[in-house]
């Protein structure tokens, strides 16, 4: 595996990503989308950067805007914009030798609502979710309320109504969600799963918290999300290592 740091220009600035490859190529890439006020470089992305190139997958994590080592305010993004830093980075890994052409998407909390309209978008993406809402109402009155992450700009966006609720009808859709989530509650786990189309699956982890703290749901999360995006993106005869 090797590991590449990039730059990504978007408007106002550059996005940071970093950029794991497996020993084969090309290779289909992955793209991890972190959640409100994380970064590329908590420990579940850095689980997944070992777990997915060793199975033959490239995984990109990148930085929203405001958010760890890219340029801009967390406060001054909205849902459009990190759907933007999204598309910008898909748009650079398109253009990377090395890389098939085919992607994936995983997020965590926000980071998968994103990831959903951005699947809903493109189509033909498969995507894995960890503990995302089905809407943001919660979230909106809960940070705006405590001054935390969210600001005007995704305060207005949100009355619109445009990006209230996560899409519906997106297929190859694996919903895992932690039964003891006390961010974002189960109950839009199983929405989300009820709104997909096939294939999908909902993946629930006993005792599991919105940040998948303990360290056996944080691996049992990993494994299934390898296993669910190899199973779309990589043909038996290209996978680097074998599935558990």
């Not at 519906?168 to 859709?173: A, D, E």
């Not at 294939?199 to 691996?219: F, K, M, S, V, W």
Request: proline fraction near 6%.
């Amino acid at each position: 595996m090797t590991v590449e740091r990039h730059r990504v220009p978007v408007a106002g600035g550059a996005v940071a990503l970093v950029l794991h490859r497996p020993a084969r190529s090309p290779a289909p890439a992955v793209v991890a989308c972190h959640g409100l006020g994380a970064s590329k470089d908590t420990d579940k992305y850095l689980r997944l950067a070992e777990a997915l190139p060793a199975a033959g997958l490239a995984l990109a994590r990148f930085d929203f805007r405001g958010c760890g080592e890219s340029s801009g305010r967390e406060d001054e993004t909205t849902i459009a914009s990190r759907i933007e830093d999204v598309e910008a980075v898909l748009a650079f890994l398109a253009a990377q030798p090395g890389i098939d052409g085919h992607f994936g998407l995983l997020g965590s909390s926000l980071g998968g609502f994103v990831a959903l309209h951005v699947a809903a978008r493109r189509g033909g993406l498969p995507i894995v979710t960890w503990n995302t809402p089905a809407s943001l109402t919660e979230l909106a009155n809960d940070d705006l309320e405590a001054g935390r992450g969210l600001g005007v700009p995704f305060a207005l966006e949100y009355a619109t109504g445009r990006y209230a609720l996560a899409p519906r009808g997106v297929p190859m859709h694996l919903v895992i969600h932690g039964e003891a989530d006390e961010v974002v509650g189960l109950a839009h786990g199983v929405t989300l799963h009820e709104a997909a189309a096939e294939p999908c699956e909902l993946l629930l982890i006993p005792g599991g918290d919105h940040r998948l703290t303990d360290a056996a749901h944080r691996a049992q999360a990993v494994t299934a999300s390898r296993d669910w995006l190899i199973d779309f993106l990589l043909p038996k005869g290209a996978r680097g290592a074998p599935r558990r």
